[in-house]
């Protein structure tokens, strides 16, 4: 892991130092090299050919079984703690990273990962209509707060700008780059002075869908809110919200010094998995310089949410897709 010393720095914290030794704190663990080999072995039993969102059943089906092998008990662990911050497991088996895939390793590992926290969905009217998504630089998106960008991605969670958001999300690295840090902050929301706390409950932002989604229609919200669970989380990304009064914009910012001045980074490494609490951790990504070719950095990527979809706001198109209407 990695200790931040962010004083000064602005969104995206900018000083780090690396420290010695495995790279482990206490929300993490190490699978250990055996394990992952056995695991790859009876994934490669269990099912041939690539993964397509349109095989997505049948993988859930193989991911629930191979979600009970050793190298998921750490993970299995942190969620029955409640599964709150993040946590990082290392060494897990990737596959063979190449495009066009033609196995599905890393895909069987990400979703066996999501089914101990929950269930893996996606959006009806995103742009690119995957539950797994892959993030890898590309040309088009360079200068965009998009996980395909390579500028830096500011603080955020995951889709902001509906209640719908995941609980959690999964990071799963198949090609690290040293270059590039990715950064973790786990709000308790007891540190927020008063003030800043009672501004971020109004409801003063409008928060708008990021270049994913179709629809640019804002959502006018809070930034912390209760969610129909009772839980408090985050509607916050700061680069997608216009804020109603200077007074709310400054709350705002105070929030993302918050973030900035306490927060972890991570060099994602082939085989790292990154679970994070999307309620109430913000998460942000240095810049890097991709060559935009097989090479540059590869994740992979999973919404989770922790109940189903009900029947009212499951997409007619695909079962694992929120419909339109629930999200806006
Ligand atoms: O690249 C990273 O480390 C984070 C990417 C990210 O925030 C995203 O895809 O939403
Ligand atoms: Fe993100």
């Known amino acids: 892991m990695f200790i931040i010393d962010s004083k000064g720095c602005d969104a995206v914290p900018r000083k780090w130092l690396p420290i010695d030794g495995p790279c482990v704190n206490a929300s993490g663990a190490v699978v ?22 349109s095989r997505l059943e049948e993988f859930l089906t193989v991911a629930t079984a191979l979600s ?6 750490a993970l299995r662990a942190f969620c029955a703690g409640g599964g709150r911050g993040y946590f990082l497991l290392r060494g897990l088996p990737v596959g063979v990273c190449k495009s066009p895939k033609d196995d599905s390793v890393s895909e069987s590992v990400l979703l066996a ?4 926290l929950g269930y893996a969905f ?24 998009l996980g395909g960008g390579s500028v830096d991605l500011t603080w955020h969670v995951e889709d902001a700008h509906t209640l719908n958001a995941p609980d959690h999300f999964i990071l799963f690295c198949l090609r690290g780059d040293e270059s590039v840090v990715t950064f973790l902050h786990a709000l308790v929301i007891e540190t927020l002075a008063p003030k800043i706390r009672a501004l971020l409950t109004e409801s003063a932002y409008d928060v708008y869908p990021d270049e994913n989604f179709l629809h640019r229609a804002p959502k006018r919200t809070s930034i912390l809110s209760l969610r129909p669970d009772g839980k408090w989380a985050l509607q916050y990304d700061p680069a997608f919200t216009k804020c109603a009064t200077e007074e709310h914009a400054a709350a705002l910012a105070a929030l993302t010094a918050h973030f900035a001045s306490n927060a972890e980074g991570i060099v994602l490494r082939s085989g790292d998995l990154l679970v994070v609490d999307n309620r109430l951790t913000v998460h942000a990504r240095s810049a890097f310089q991709p060559t935009f070719d097989d090479a540059d950095r590869w ?17 007619r198109r695909h079962p694992y897709l929120i419909a339109y209407e629930s999200y806006l």
């Open 68 to 73: 009970q092998e050793q190298p998921f008990a």
């Open 299 to 315: 994740l992979q990527k999973v919404y989770v949410r922790r109940t189903p979809i009900d029947a009212s706001s499951r997409s």
């Open 32 to 53: 250990k090299m055996e394990d992952a080999r056995a695991l790859e072995y009876k994934i490669r039993a269990a099912i041939a050919g690539s993964y397509d969102d």
């Open 113 to 116: 990962a999501s089914t101990i």
């Open 122 to 145: 996606g959006y009806e009217e995103r742009v690119r209509l995957n539950v797994l998504v892959n993030v890898r630089p590309t040309r088009l998106h360079a200068g965009q707060q």
